[in-house]
């Protein structure tokens, strides 16, 4: 682990010691590979709040991890606070450190940009049945259009606010949100070379930006590395090797 790269330990399973944690500085209880905990990764990153990162494996939960949280991750821990679930966490970290504000000073904004959000949420389910939907045609085509939907519905959202990112022109709270999964999405076309996701030049930009910004750059994983975690983790009873990014090989 560097101060630069706080995620770079290994993923504490089953039979681990709880790690010591400072209550005075911020804690992330992490997987690397996890979007919904990179969301809350990429928002300290952007605020620029130095964290410990405690990654777990969640094939193989430690049972500290269980009697302490809901059992999923990200989780926020900092002065005696646990808190659960990305959204919450990541917007319980803008308001306890308010310098540099991800999410809009105007109220009715905020609530449209989570309103954003809460509609993108619809291509979680779709997203992953196409992924392992390699031996059925049909469940594959049908759930990337659901997948390709919601893409159409962003590009018009994103034009229609004529930004380079969704909050303005810089990214903000819905931009680290929503971004995750845009790292993965690729992943069907390295397992199906032949799908194609709809033109959508504005998104197409937006992804081009979001990956030259500084908490995307350092934290986010090419499209290789995403396929290789994926086939990983469709191995058999646990054997998922979470730690195969801190291995020489790697």
Request: charged residues 25%; hydrophobic residues 40%; contains cysteine.
């Amino acid at each position: 682990m560097t101060e630069s790269q706080p995620w770079n330990v290994p993923h504490l399973a089953a039979g681990s010691t709880k790690p010591s944690i400072d209550p005075e500085k911020v804690v992330v209880y992490n997987m690397r590979f996890c979007p919904f905990a990179e969301r809350t990764i990429l928002v300290l990153l952007a605020k620029g709040i130095p964290f410990q990162a405690v990654n777990i494996n969640l094939q193989k939960k430690p049972e500290w991890f269980l009697d302490e949280t809901w059992g999923k991750v990200s989780v926020v821990l900092y002065k005696g606070n646990v808190i659960p679930e990305s959204i919450i966490n990541s917007d319980y970290v803008d308001e306890v450190f308010p310098a540099k504000r991800l999410h809009p000073v105007d109220p009715a904004q905020k609530a449209k940009d989570r309103l954003v959000l809460e509609k993108y949420g619809r291509i979680f389910g779709p997203y992953y049945t196409a992924l392992r939907s390699t031996g059925d045609e049909e469940k594959f085509t049908s759930s990337f259009k659901l997948v390709c939907d919601v893409f159409q519905e962003l590009e018009e959202e994103i034009s229609t606010r004529g930004t380079t990112f969704f909050c303005g022109s810089e990214p903000g709270m819905l931009d680290y949100m929503l971004w995750p999964w845009f790292e993965r999405f690729p992943v069907l076309k390295v397992m199906r070379p032949k799908t194609e996701f709809p033109s959508t030049p504005k998104l197409t930009g937006w992804q081009a930006a979001m990956w030259k910004t500084d908490a995307v750059s350092r934290y986010g994983l090419d499209v290789e590395t995403q396929a290789r975690f994926y086939a990983e983790y469709a191995k058999p009873d646990g054997q998922c090797n979470y730690d195969m990014l801190l291995q020489p090989s790697a």
